[in-house]
């Protein structure tokens, strides 16, 4: 199985004893391994502090807050929260339906604060209000946008034309609070558009002489609506949408996706598949962190090491464009494995590549892992502690730096990850250089697999035989006819997924990347929701800014490696 | 979460030659002191390519522009299946179809208009997936510019191969 579903019986009685019946309409176990739980929003807040404050449910990670809209049905809308405990080990979905006439729930902000920009996409994209949000603005569209790009009365192919420019100011930027201790006090934008950002990000922050008070974010400069062009194409049509999320490490982004509608769809690609996308899944993950490290070692002022970590980094997009044909955006995987099989010579490439990669980690660890002046840049700066990364919805390398464990890769594993021994990195300072050395660690691991991996590469297709889901081979297209009927239903009509939903989440380099798929039986998504592993760490950002120095803001900023793509996707 | 397999990677004690931070200069002027002579003298380890007069290896893979594969005769293979159209992620492709004047059989499609928007296109290769007749496939020519959007928007004659496919500069296309 792709995603693994344990057996839920037991987490479901527990949750049936601890949710009485006035509070939770239904408790079921879905498909896809969650437990899910339908409540109104009258209940809601009970229902969610109940699943965050009894022990044995102890859910204290919020990954997700959606809005999905059903036009037919009678409760038009409906909010997703997805939650996942990680001392339990289960994960649920709580789903609250709502009228079409003021379609309102109470915040979460209260009880998770990964809440709060989840919570503002969703009133800016969806239209649900959420009542005593603190700061309930449109967070991925421009302020002066009109309506809800997400409903589905919503023409994807409408245009705004905006002609007013970016206004948003702070309204505490209004607030002096100059007094004979603090008398410098100014406003800086740091961005939209500045080196240091890596992306159009934009912060406001009030300063103090050089330490900054209070600071803002402000994001969205790159969304496109992925999610609405998702539901205008058919399901593998998404794919070459996905390898834009997270650009530096395309192969994972897809790989997430295609997984999602395998196991919506109950079919699982061949071994040799699986093994390809998970040797390219890590390579991918080299990649993402020899760019972020790269990069952020440029930002303190460390220029040799971006030279030496993209040197390997473009040997990998070598690897990658004989197996796909694309550097940047491969477009490699495919609903039910891959577009093509590997070249001849790819076991000889990757070994290349194991050989080439690790020296160029060591000179960078001589240059920067013992250097007083990196340590002193980035020790104790940003720290975070575990609670608190967890109650912002942290995940990924980022997590790991403060001491949690997680890792999707051997909590949830995918592609039989489980079957390959590596460890996981930690360490428990949670600050800019213990990112750094988890980062450094999580390259090493990542080659440690792709060596288990390429010694027990086995032959056989890449690509499932079962022509619901897959295009057959060419060479029967061309002579067959039941192929080439196969293949213009396929392209016709897309794949045909079965109605319902499903959340696959894969470890992509930043954390839990996360696809809330809905269907409703047709040959397109009827909703895609990514969880993008750097969003809840952005919104973090601006409150961890306070207290530091102007500089610290650009190391805090190049240790969460930040990609714009998938943040405002 | 409790039985995963940890390796703890907290920051180091700092010794006191570090501290000192002249070991570290000297250790750090090394590396990079290294690569430069390797650089000096064995220049096959230099990483930059002097593009364009040197050029990177590409594979046969490489999605590049559009080729309208054409038959013996000279004409397109295309039959305007609009199965490429379909399947284009970016909506780039144009075709309006009609009946070929010249068919031995009746009611055989060509393409009269078939517009790729070199702009629009994401070089996804879906078009060559999707085609039955192997009538697209992709070249491997990927440096191209134009002076204006109008210019962007190809047609059927600067798509259509010239000459022996063989000579064609071939990438991405169906392997079987």
Known sequence: ?569 | MNNVSTVNVDRPKQTLGERIYLGSIVKGLWVTLRHFLRNLFGQRDIATIQYPEVRREYSERLRGRHILTTKEDGSLRCVACYMCETACPADCIHIVAEEDPEATVEWEKIAKVYEIDLLRCVFCGYCVDACPKEAIIMSRVHDFSFANRRQAVVGIEELRQKGPIEDEDLGYRPYY
Request: hydrophobic residues 40%; charged residues 25%.
């Open chain 1, 1 to 569: 199985m792709t995603v693994s579903s344990p057996d839920t019986t037991q987490e479901l009685q527990l949750l049936t004893e601890r949710l009485p019946g006035e509070s939770a309409a239904r408790i079921e176990a879905a498909a896809d391994g969650f437990l899910e739980v339908t409540t109104d929003r009258v209940h809601l807040m009970e229902v969610l502090r109940t699943l965050r404050d009894d022990p044995d449910l102890d859910c204290n990670l919020l990954l997700d807050v959606c809005g999905v809209d059903y036009p037919d049905r009678e409760q038009r809308f409906e909010v997703v929260y997805h939650l996942r405990s990680l001392e339990k080990d289960h994960q649920l979905r709580v789903k609250v339906p709502l009228g079409q006439d003021d379609p309102a729930v109470p915040s979460a902000y209260g009880l998770w604060k990964a809440a709060d920009w989840f919570e503002r996409e969703t009133w800016d994209l969806v239209g649900i209000r959420f009542d005593g949000h603190p700061n309930l603005r449109r967070l991925l569209t421009h302020e002066a946008f009109q309506g809800h790009a997400l409903r589905k009365d919503y023409d994807p192919g409408q245009r705004w034309i905006l002609t007013e420019a970016e206004t948003m100011v702070p309204t505490w930027v209004e607030e002096t609070p100059e007094d004979e201790d603090h008398f410098e006090t100014q406003i800086l934008n740091i961005g939209p558009s500045h080196p240091a950002t890596h992306g159009t990000l934009r912060t406001v922050v009030r300063l103090d002489g050089e330490v900054i008070t209070k600071a803002e974010s402000e994001i969205g400069y790159l969304h496109r609506c992925f999610e609405k062009m998702s539901e205008t194409h058919g399901w593998n049509q998404v794919i070459p949408y996905t390898d834009r999320l997270n650009y530096c490490s395309s192969m994972i982004n897809g790989v997430g996706f295609a997984l999602g509608v395998e196991h919506m769809l109950g079919i699982e690609a061949p071994p040799r598949a699986q093994v390809v996308r998970l040797i390219l899944s890590e390579f991918s993950r080299l990649m993402d962190h020899a760019v972020c490290l790269g990069a952020y070692l440029v930002d303190v002022g460390a220029l040799t090491n971006f030279w030496y970590f993209f040197q390997p980094r473009e040997e990998i997009y070598g690897l990658l464009e004989s197996c796909a044909g694309g550097r940047l955006t491969i477009s490699y995987a495919r609903v039910g494995g891959l577009a093509a099989d590997v070249p001849a010579d790819f076991e000889r490439q990757v070994r290349y590549l194991l050989d080439y990669i690790p020296k160029f980690v060591d000179d960078v660890e001589t240059l920067i892992t013992t250097n007083r002046i990196f340590r002193q840049r980035t020790e104790g700066v940003g720290a975070i502690s575990a609670e608190e990364a967890i109650a912002w919805g942290w995940t990924g390398p980022c997590l790991r730096a403060a001491g949690v464990p997680y890792d999707v890769r051997r909590a949830r594993p995918y592609l039989g990850y489980e079957d390959y021994e590596f460890d996981v990195p930690i360490a428990t300072t949670g600050d800019c250089y213990a990112r750094y050395l988890v980062r450094i660690e999580e390259m090493r691991q990542s080659l440690r697999i792709i060596r288990q991996a390429i010694d027990n590469l086995p032959d056989g297709p890449v690509i499932t035989d079962n022509h619901h889901a897959a295009l057959p081979p060419k060479s029967k297209v061309y002579s067959e006819m039941e192929a080439l009927i196969w293949h213009f239903k396929l392209i016709y009509e897309g794949i045909q997924v079965p109605a319902g939903d499903a959340y696959t989440a894969t470890e992509g380099a930043n954390g839990e990347l996360g696809y809330y798929l809905v269907s409703d039986g047709g040959g397109r998504p009827y909703r895609v929701k990514v969880r993008p592993p750097c969003f809840p760490i952005m919104q973090t950002y601006p409150h961890l800014l306070e207290g530091h120095m102007v500089a610290d803001s650009i190391a805090i900023l190049s240790s969460f490696n930040i990609i714009a793509g998938e943040l405002d996707r």
